[in-house]
Structure formats: structure tokens, C-alpha cells
């Protein structure tokens, strides 16, 4: 599943929320070579690389994806991707609309793309500085930004307006929930219907 939207909107609680709760699940951690915010771990948040080290990543095909947002490099690390889906995993991507498109361009049929709204742009604004993780020029470029990310909202599967927290985790639920119930995302149905089907009346 990816989920986009302008910062502030609340996709990376609303994201990390859904991957604590449901074990079926697990978080794509990217990498980035913006500077880590106060109380961001490397690992935890974010892969905290130099521009130099992320070159080589994109080098050496390490990523699925990667894109520039607000002058930095942001992109998503293959191996875990692979491994998870390998494993039977769903994955959550918190990423911006290029890194959506270009996931979705490459696994059509195996991605849901999800868009979350604030619920007025004044509620978005307020978020942001309340979190007083940035100055207010960087504010500033991220309500400009999330602006930007916003015109792409029309590409995605769903759409959740983030007015009232639980109320949006609670449809995010319900997405995954009806996405997982999809017979291409079980192959363990057909011979479970076909048992259905041999067993004698
Ligand atoms: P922030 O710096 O606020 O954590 O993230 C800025 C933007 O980059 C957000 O829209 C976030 O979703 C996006 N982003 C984070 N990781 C990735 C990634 O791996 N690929 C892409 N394309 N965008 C990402």
C-alpha cells in the first residue's frame, strides 16, 4: 500500500499506526539525504545517507524506487521489499507521488495507492508548526510543497480526509482490510475451493 500526501496530513502516523497493529504488514524504511529532524533515528524514520552514498545505492540498483523532494534525495531500498513480499508480507510505503507512480508503473496489479487530505489547509499549517521540528522557512517550503502534492491526488486509488484521527484509521483499516480480501492477493483460495468443491454432498 502507498500512502502520499502533503506533510503534516498525518500519513506517517496513520502508516506507521496500520504496521503496528496488523503484523501482516511491515513499513518500508527509506533512505534520504536530508538531515535527520530532532528525535528521528537512523533506521527507525529514515536511512540517513550522504548524497555521495545515496548516488551509489541508485548506482548499484539498490532502490525500487527514488525521487527529489525539496532539494533532497529520497528513495526506497529494494532488498527489504523483496524480502517481505517474498515472505508473504504486505508493505506500506510513506512516500511522495513520483515514488507512488513509479512503484505502481512496475507492480499494477499489486498496489494500492492511497491519498490523505487535511481537512483544510489552515488545520495543515497549524500541524506543521506545532510540531516545532522545523524553522519557519522550512515550514513555509513544505506548505508550498504539499501544495504541489496535492494536484496529484486524482491518481490514487483512495482518498481518506484526515479530519479526526481515529475516523481516518478506522477507513485505512477498511481499505487494507477489503484490498486483502481480493482473490489475486490470496493463492491459497483456488484449491481451498476446489477441497470446497470435491468434497461429496
Ligand atoms: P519528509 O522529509 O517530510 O520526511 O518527507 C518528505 C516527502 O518525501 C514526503 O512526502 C515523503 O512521503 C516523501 N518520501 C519519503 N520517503 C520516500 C521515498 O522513499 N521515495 C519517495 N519518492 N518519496 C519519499
Known amino acids: 500500500m502507498l500512502v502520499s500526501s502533503p506533510a503534516g496530513a498525518g500519513k506517517t502516523s496513520l502508516s ?5 497493529d496488523y503484523g501482516s504488514m511491515i513499513l518500508s524504511i527509506s533512505a534520504t539525504t536530508r538531515a535527520p529532524r530532532p528525535g528521528e533515528e537512523e533506521g527507525r524514520e529514515y536511512f540517513f545517507k550522504t ?13 525500487l524506487e527514488w525521487a527529489e523532494v525539496n532539494g533532497h534525495l529520497y528513495g526506497t531500498p529494494k532488498g527489504p521489499v523483496l524480502a517481505a513480499l ?3 508480507k504486505d508493505v506500506m510505503f510513506d512516500i ?12 499494477p496489479d499489486d498496489s494500492v495507492r492511497i491519498f490523505v487530505l487535511p481537512p483544510s489547509w ?10 516545532a521540528q522545523d524553522s519557519i522557512q522550512v515550514i513555509n517550503q513544505r506548505l508550498a510543497l504539499g501544495k504541489r502534492e496535492i494536484t496529484h491526488w486524482n491518481e490514487y ?7 479526526d484521527f481515529d475516523r481516518a484509521y478506522a477507513d485505512l483499516i477498511h481499505i487494507y482490510r477489503s484490498e486483502r480480501m481480493k482473490p489475486v492477493r490470496n493463492p ?3 484449491p481451498f475451493v476446489q477441497d470446497l468443491l470435491d468434497e461429496k454432498i
Do not use: C, T
Request: proline fraction near 4%; aromatic fraction near 8%.
Open 157 to 163: 486509488d483512495y482518498v481518506i480526509v484526515n479530519k
Open 16 to 20: 506507521r499506526r496500520l504496521v503496528a
Open 122 to 131: 489552515a488545520d495543515l499549517s497549524r500541524r506543521l508548526h506545532a510540531r
Open 51 to 63: 548524497r555521495p552514498e545515496f548516488e551509489a545505492m541508485i548506482e548499484g540498483g539498490e532502490l
Open 96 to 107: 511522495d507521488w513520483q515514488g507512488a507512480r513509479q512503484i505502481a508503473e512496475k507492480q
Open 86 to 88: 517474498e515472505a508473504g
Open 188 to 190: 491459497w483460495l483456488p
